[in-house]
């Protein structure tokens, strides 16, 4: 079966605002852009992204972000197609998920984030990557999305209690992890699309709330 998420994936899409974007797999030539795009995030989206502190990643976090197989660890990311003026490149977001050990009579499961630069929050990227994450997961045939935030964040419980009162959830160590079915998301989905438990679950985590943290703390053992 082709793929349609493949190497040679490249869309491009006007955002609300009139930006437009290209989206793309990421790739190990990412390594430059997505360090500047870090380097451009508040200190309250570094925070929620890996639930610590963070000033700058590693050599070592760039190759794990950027050197992927696009079956087991998959990433799209979106890129201005304006540029920065000067003909540099310009991250806008970018959306992953890593597909977790199968577990006999369970769902096929991964961990699924999208991040959004806060600069560009707020303009419908979140949606669109979100259904294009879903339509490349199906094709890789992930079942379920896990997403995790801080147990102590009590809006976001709230919130998810509201959006999504049968989903599964347990907590420990401080994190809460959610799981929520995929579902069947066409490749070329309109993002009017994009609604039910799992949009709200990773708008939210494009805001700053959640993210991959399993992957998170593998790094920060490091």
């Known amino acids: ?82 540029g920065d003026g000067s003909g540099e490149a310009v991250g806008a977001g970018i959306a992953r998920f890593i597909r977790l050990p199968f577990q006999l009579g369970e769902p096929v499961t991964a961990e699924a984030a999208i991040a959004v630069a806060d600069a560009m ?41 509201t959006i999504a009162p049968e989903h599964t959830s347990a907590s420990a160590n401080g994190i809460l992890t959610i799981d929520f079915s995929v579902g069947a998301i066409a490749p070329d989905a309109s993002p009017d699309a994009a609604n039910g438990p799992l949009y709200a679950l990773l708008k939210a985590a494009a805001e700053n709330v959640v993210e991959w943290t399993d992957a998170v703390r593998r790094l920060r053992r490091h």
């Open 121 to 161: 929050q707020g303009k419908g990227l979140g949606k669109l990557l979100l259904l294009r994450l879903c339509a490349a997961a199906a094709e890789r045939d992930i079942e379920q999305f896990r997403c995790e935030l801080l147990a102590n964040n009590h809006s976001m419980q709230a919130l998810i209690e």
């Open 1 to 82: 079966m082709t793929r349609h998420f493949s190497a040679d994936y490249v869309e491009r899409a006007t955002l609300r605002d009139g930006s437009v974007v290209r989206l793309r797999l990421v790739t190990p030539d990412d390594r430059p852009l997505l360090r500047r795009g870090f380097d451009q995030w508040s200190p309250e989206s570094r925070y929620a992204r890996f639930l610590a502190p963070k000033l700058a990643l590693t050599d070592e976090e760039l190759t794990y972000l950027c050197d992927l197989d696009q079956e087991n660890h998959f990433a799209l990311g979106a890129v201005l197609e304006a």
